[in-house]
């Protein structure tokens, strides 16, 4: 399975400022993801190249691709029961009352209530659901859908009328049945999160994943990916409209984890944490959302764009950043679905 890679020498999007444009307007699509060159708003990398990784990883403790074993996320075939940071203890989905906020300080939409996870999926974590596709697993046809919504239908698909169609059976061909292509897949570049077998490295958050893997994940786990609407409330606090997740101070070590040469283990940076409790909503990685990449939806109640073949969104900013721009609550980036060093995600689940 071949890695993503973009057309500059980034290892992710362009960053744009702002959501009214249109798909082109910060910055040209490459022929594999991300964005060159410099818009009509400018762009700053989300990723680069990686070098040496930090020593001082948390030891964790889970299966290794494909053994069978039950990991700290929980046994092979069964969704994970904690969220693996490190602490001991933590709430893995953190309640996200729903309410009216403008997106990216510009377009208005409401979202309604839901749970989010607190935490980016950690290594442990995948590695239990890795153990799960090798041994069968696949989701079900039109499964991950926002079922709490619309009767049943979940987010209205754009302006069009219709709805989330959910998982594509199509889309089984990116979770591979063996663990020697799940360890080539997640170790993508260097310096990688995901090792072979389990060792320091289970409480970083899992990279490399692509967005079909993440979305999957998240099925399997019992929820869904957070659409880019609800991923962005949560981030922006909701009608506070932060400017960054924990209000209006500029980044610093104390509060994101970006300027170094890995990422870190989740929830390292408590001060950094948003409105509702959530860890690494800006730094760390950047994180897959549901959305294709587009023009923001309009009207938006519950909504999300969804095409097919297109850029996925991706919001946060990661560890290789040091711009402050791109751990705004604003800030947006696109990219093919592939695999990415500094790309991460989160799920999310109904609010009960």
């Known amino acids: 399975m071949a890695c993503g890679s973009s057309a500059s020498d980034s290892d992710g999007p362009a960053v ?17 993801g991300g964005a060159s060159g410099a ?20 030891a964790g403790s889970g299966a290794s691709a494909g053994d069978g074993a039950s990991g700290e996320g929980g046994a092979a075939g069964a969704a994970p029961s904690s969220c693996n940071n490190g602490s001991g203890t933590c709430d ?42 090798v041994g069968g697993y696949r989701p079900d046809a039109g499964s991950g859908k926002h079922s709490h919504l619309s ?17 594509d059976s199509s889309w089984d ?6 663990a020697e292509v799940w360890n080539d ?37 019992g929820g869904f990916l957070p659409s880019e609407a609800e991923w962005n409330y949560a981030a922006a606090g909701g009608d506070e409209q932060r400017t960054f997740p924990w209000g209006s101070q500029d980044p610093d070590s104390t509060r994101v984890v970006s300027g170094v040469y ?14 509702w409790g959530h ?14 990449f587009s023009a923001y939806v309009a009207p938006c109640v519950d909504c999300a764009y969804l095409a097919d073949d297109e850029d996925r969104v991706v919001r946060g900013g990661n560890y290789l950043n040091t711009s402050p721009g791109s751990f705004g609550t604003a800030a947006r980036g696109y990219a093919n679905p592939s695999g990415f060093l500094s790309f991460g995600f989160r799920c999310a689940r109904a609010p009960d």
Request: hydrophobic share 30%.
């Open 16 to 32: 744009m400022r702002g959501g009214s444009s249109s798909s082109g307007s910060g910055g040209t699509r490459g022929s594999k």
């Open 262 to 275: 890995q990422a870190a283990n989740v929830g390292s940076k408590p001060d950094g944490d948003g409105r």
């Open 173 to 178: 061909t990116e979770l591979p049945d063996s």
């Open 39 to 58: 818009g009509s708003s400018g762009t700053s990398a989300i990723g680069g190249a990686a070098g040496d990784a930090p020593d001082g990883n948390a």
């Open 185 to 221: 897949a997640l170790t993508c570049n260097s310096p990688s999160n995901w090792t072979a077998e389990a060792g320091e490295n289970e409480s970083l958050p899992i990279s490399c994943a692509s967005w079909h893997q993440a979305y999957a994940y998240c099925i399997w786990a």
């Open 151 to 167: 009767g049943g239908m979940g987010l209205e698909r754009g302006a069009s009328g219709e709805y989330e169609p959910g998982w």
């Open 279 to 292: 860890s690494d909503l800006a730094g760390n990685l950047s994180e897959w959302t549901l959305d294709s």
């Open 92 to 133: 893995p989905y953190l309640l996200v009352p729903g309410g009216d906020f403008l997106r990216s300080d510009t377009d208005a939409a409401t979202v309604s209530s839901f749970r989010l996870g607190r935490y980016e999926v950690t290594v442990s974590e995948f590695r239990a659901f890795v153990a799960a596709v």
